[in-house]
């Protein structure tokens, strides 16, 4: 027995999408890369969300098996929406999975986590035979922070002592993240905050010194992971 209404009513984007035409272009690339028996890790973000509607045509025209694996509720109602079956990583392991980010360095570090999926995020990237990160070309910067902070996922009872050792790592600001459409901080889909940090300096042993903070549960910053760019 299933129920009669959908969660997902209408599918659409919550706000305007930037850089339309590149990112649609970039979500058809990524689509013909799926074959059939895939298991897919989906990300987070705008380019995700255009990225699965281009293999769900793929998936209907062509009859193809495709299972996902997302990092967001959003994008799992998304994907239940479109008839993707939907696993989890206790479920199923990902062949390969795709993601977008807010920068990318010339050694393909990134920041992400505008969306705060960044630990499922994190886990799918460790996780994945293959992973694709899926840019516009405003996403492109010379080091990280260039742009936007780093989020940083934080056990609530640790925000202050958090906080503490962020500025003695040199952090110029580090602010709670706060909710746009309820009262009070944003709440991850673990049960966290998020303190947006920024830096001047970032260097290749950066994201192991702020995952050695006691309270940190993960970051957005990503050094040394094996990605492909698409954009």
Not at 50 to 71: D, G, H, M, Y
Not at 89 to 95: I, S
């Amino acid at each position: 027995m299933y129920w009669n209404e959908k969660i997902v009513q209408k599918l659409e984007w919550n706000g305007e999408i930037s850089n339309l035409e590149e990112k649609q272009a970039i979500a058809e690339k990524i689509s013909k890369i799926a074959k059939d028996g895939d298991v897919i890790g989906v990300g987070s973000g705008s380019t995700s969300f255009l990225a699965v509607q281009a293999i769900a045509k793929r998936v209907k025209e062509e009859n193809l098996k495709i299972r996902v694996i997302p990092t967001s509720r959003e994008l799992g109602m998304v994907c239940n929406y479109l008839g993707l079956p939907v696993e989890t990583l206790v479920t199923a392991k990902p062949d390969w999975c795709f993601d977008g980010a807010d920068e990318v360095t010339p050694q393909k570090w990134l920041v992400k986590g505008r969306g705060a999926a960044m630990f499922r995020e994190k886990l799918l990237i460790a996780n994945s035979k293959k992973s694709y990160i899926l840019v516009d070309k405003s996403k492109f910067v010379s080091k990280p922070c260039e742009k936007f902070p780093i989020p940083i996922e934080v056990f609530p009872d640790a925000l202050y002592a958090v906080k503490e050792k962020l500025f003695e790592l040199g952090a110029t600001s580090a602010e709670l993240r706060l909710a746009k459409k309820k009262d009070g901080p944003v709440i991850t889909e673990n049960g966290n905050l998020i303190v947006d940090a920024k830096f001047e300096n970032v260097d290749e042993t950066f994201e192991t010194k702020l995952k050695n903070i006691v309270g940190v549960i993960e970051t957005g910053l990503f050094i040394g992971y094996d990605v492909e760019v698409i954009s």
